[in-house]
């Protein structure tokens, strides 16, 4: 089972990402996906989540309103939109899936991506 998260980069703050999450190993079908992020000195914390089906979705406060988390079952790959990044968001975002239930915990995910590095300048 692997996570494959890619999408970082540097941004200007007000700019626009996409980040991916493909998975291998497993058929997401039936994994519920989250992106979570972790900046330096800091606690990692949920930024969005996916159900199995990609009909519900969750997201932290500090993001609703410009991120959109979606899911491709048929490509095995959760994308999360960012727009309007400002440069707190910047940080190492990483993908997480579970079949365990969905949500924003870190308790429910069991398999976890590599990170991708999101850098916002102001």
């Known amino acids: 089972v692997q996570l494959q998260a890619s999408g970082g980069g540097l941004v200007q703050a007000g700019g626009s990402l996409r980040l991916s999450c493909a998975a291998s190993g497993f058929a997401s079908d039936y994994h519920s996906v989250a992106w979570f992020r972790q900046a330096p000195g800091k606690e990692r914390e949920a930024v969005a989540a996916?159900?199995?089906?990609?009909?519900?979705?969750s997201y932290a406060d500090f993001v609703k309103g410009r991120a959109t988390i979606s899911k491709d079952n048929a490509k095995n790959t959760v994308y999360l939109q960012m727009n309007s990044l400002r440069p707190e968001d910047t940080a190492v975002y990483y993908c997480?899936?579970?079949?365990?239930?969905?949500?924003?915990?870190?308790?429910?995910?069991?398999?976890w991506g590599q990170g991708t590095q999101v850098t916002v300048s102001s």
């Open positions: 997480a899936a579970s079949t365990r239930g969905w949500g924003k915990s870190r308790e429910l995910y069991d398999y």
């Open positions: 996916v159900s199995w089906s990609g009909r519900m979705t």
